[in-house]
C-alpha cells in the first residue's frame, strides 16, 4: 500500500516518545513518592519502638526498686520487731521509695498505645523489608545518584563538625584546667610567706599568676597566628573581588560574553584562598612538634 503524504509518521513517533518518556517520569515519581513515604514509616516505627523499649527499661528498674523497697522494709520488720523505734524508720524510707517508684512505674506506662512492642516490631521488620525491595527494583539516574550524594556528604560534613565541636569544647575545658591549675599551685606555693602578708608579697604573687596564665593561654591558642592568618585570607579574597569587579589581573582576558568564566574562575580562586585558611587552622591545631614551621607568620 502506498505510503500517503498526509502520514506524518516523524511527527507521531516523537509524540509518542513524549509520552512514553511522560510516563516514565510520571512513574519514577510515584516510585520516588513511595520510597519517601515508606522510609518515614520506617523512622517513625524505629522512634516508636526505641520509646517503647525504654518505658519499659524504666518500668523494670522503677518495678524493682519497689520490689525491693517492700522487701526490705519487710525483712527489716521481721528483724526488729520487738523495737518498734529501730524499724518505724527504716519503714518510712523503704514506704517512700515504694510510692515513688510505684508512681513512676504507673507514669512510664501511662500513654502508651495499644499497640505492643511485638507488633510495632513486626510493623518494623515488614516495613524494612518492603523498603529493601523497592529500593532494589528502583534505579535512579547519575544525576539523581549524585544529588542523592552530595545531600549525604552535606549531612555527614554537618555531623563531623559536630563532633569536631564538641571533641574541641572537651579538650579545651580540660587545657584549661590544666593550665589555671599549674598556675594556681605556683601562687599557693608562693604563698608560703611565714603568715607576713604585706602588699608587695600580694602584688608579686598576683601578677605573677596573671603573667603565667597569660603565657600559657597565649602559646596554646595561638592567638596572634590565627590573627595574621585570618587577616591575609580576607585581603586575598578582598583583592580577588577587586580584580574581578574591575576585570583586571587574572580577569583581564574574559570580556562581557565570557562573564560566566570569570564567575567561575572567581569562585575556584576564592575557595582556593578559604581552603588554605581552613589547611593553617588545622596546622595551628596541630601539636607544636607536627606543625609545618612554613605555616608561621613572620615574627612582629
Given at each position: 500500500?502506498?505510503?500517503?503524504?498526509?502520514?506524518?509518521?516523524?511527527?507521531?513517533?516523537?509524540?509518542a516518545?513524549?509520552?512514553?518518556s511522560?510516563?516514565?517520569?510520571?512513574t519514577?515519581?510515584?516510585e520516588?513518592?513511595?520510597?519517601?513515604?515508606?522510609?518515614?514509616?520506617?523512622?517513625?516505627?524505629?522512634?516508636?519502638?526505641?520509646r517503647?523499649?525504654?518505658r519499659?527499661?524504666?518500668?523494670?528498674?522503677?518495678?524493682?526498686?519497689?520490689?525491693?523497697?517492700?522487701?526490705?522494709?519487710?525483712?527489716?520488720?521481721?528483724?526488729?520487731?520487738?523495737?518498734?523505734s529501730e524499724?518505724?524508720?527504716?519503714?518510712?524510707?523503704?514506704?517512700?521509695?515504694?510510692l515513688l517508684?510505684?508512681?513512676?512505674?504507673?507514669?512510664a506506662?501511662?500513654?502508651?498505645?495499644?499497640?505492643?512492642?511485638?507488633?510495632?516490631?513486626?510493623?518494623l521488620?515488614?516495613?524494612?523489608?518492603?523498603?529493601?525491595?523497592l529500593?532494589?527494583?528502583?534505579?535512579?539516574?547519575?544525576q539523581?545518584?549524585?544529588?542523592?550524594?552530595r545531600?549525604?556528604?552535606?549531612?555527614?560534613?554537618?555531623?563531623?563538625?559536630?563532633?569536631?565541636?564538641?571533641?574541641?569544647?572537651?579538650?579545651?575545658?580540660?587545657?584549661?584546667?590544666?593550665?589555671?591549675?599549674s598556675?594556681?599551685?605556683?601562687?599557693v606555693?608562693?604563698?608560703?610567706?611565714?603568715?607576713?602578708?604585706?602588699?608587695?608579697?600580694?602584688?608579686?604573687?598576683?601578677?605573677?599568676?596573671?603573667?603565667?596564665?597569660?603565657a600559657?593561654?597565649?602559646?596554646?591558642?595561638?592567638?596572634?597566628?590565627?590573627?595574621?592568618?585570618?587577616?591575609?585570607?580576607?585581603?586575598?579574597?578582598?583583592?580577588?573581588?577587586?580584580?574581578?569587579?574591575?576585570?583586571?589581573?587574572?580577569?583581564?582576558?574574559?570580556?562581557?560574553?565570557?562573564?560566566?568564566?570569570?564567575?567561575?574562575?572567581?569562585?575556584?580562586?576564592?575557595?582556593?584562598?578559604?581552603?588554605?585558611?581552613?589547611?593553617?587552622?588545622?596546622?595551628?591545631d596541630?601539636?607544636?612538634?607536627?606543625?609545618?614551621?612554613?605555616?608561621?607568620?613572620?615574627?612582629?
Amino acid at each position: 500500500m502506498p505510503r500517503s503524504l498526509d502520514d506524518d509518521a516523524p511527527r507521531r513517533m516523537s509524540d509518542a516518545e513524549e509520552a512514553l518518556s511522560a510516563e516514565q517520569r510520571e512513574t519514577a515519581d510515584n516510585e520516588r513518592t513511595t520510597l519517601r513515604n515508606l522510609r518515614q514509616i520506617v523512622r517513625n516505627l524505629e522512634r516508636g519502638v526505641t520509646r517503647r523499649r525504654r518505658r519499659r527499661f524504666h518500668q523494670f528498674v522503677m518495678l524493682l526498686i519497689a520490689a525491693a523497697s517492700f522487701l526490705t522494709g519487710a525483712l527489716w520488720t521481721a528483724l526488729f520487731w520487738g523495737s518498734p523505734s529501730e524499724f518505724v524508720r527504716v519503714d518510712i524510707v523503704c514506704g517512700a521509695l515504694l510510692l515513688l517508684s510505684g508512681a513512676a512505674a504507673l507514669m512510664a506506662g501511662k500513654g502508651q498505645t495499644s499497640a505492643t512492642l511485638g507488633d510495632l516490631e513486626e510493623a518494623l521488620d515488614t516495613n524494612r523489608d518492603s523498603l529493601r525491595f523497592l529500593s532494589a527494583l528502583y534505579h535512579p539516574t547519575v544525576q539523581e545518584r549524585r544529588s542523592f550524594y552530595r545531600e549525604d556528604v552535606a549531612g555527614v560534613i554537618e555531623q563531623h563538625r559536630t563532633d569536631s565541636r564538641k571533641y574541641r569544647r572537651v579538650h579545651n575545658t580540660l587545657q584549661n584546667l590544666i593550665m589555671i591549675g599549674s598556675a594556681s599551685t605556683t601562687v599557693v606555693a608562693a604563698l608560703d610567706t611565714r603568715n607576713q602578708y604585706t602588699w608587695q608579697n600580694i602584688t608579686i604573687v598576683s601578677i605573677g599568676f596573671t603573667v603565667t596564665v597569660a603565657a600559657a593561654f597565649t602559646g596554646y591558642y595561638k592567638y596572634r597566628e590565627r590573627s595574621y592568618f585570618l587577616l591575609q585570607t580576607a585581603d586575598a579574597i578582598e583583592e580577588e573581588a577587586n580584580a574581578f569587579t574591575l576585570g583586571i589581573g587574572p580577569y583581564s582576558e574574559y570580556g562581557e560574553d565570557r562573564e560566566a568564566e570569570a564567575l567561575k574562575l572567581f569562585t575556584q580562586r576564592v575557595e582556593d584562598h578559604r581552603n588554605e585558611q581552613r589547611r593553617r587552622q588545622q596546622q595551628l591545631d596541630q601539636p607544636a612538634d607536627q606543625a609545618a614551621s612554613s605555616s608561621q607568620p613572620p615574627a612582629a
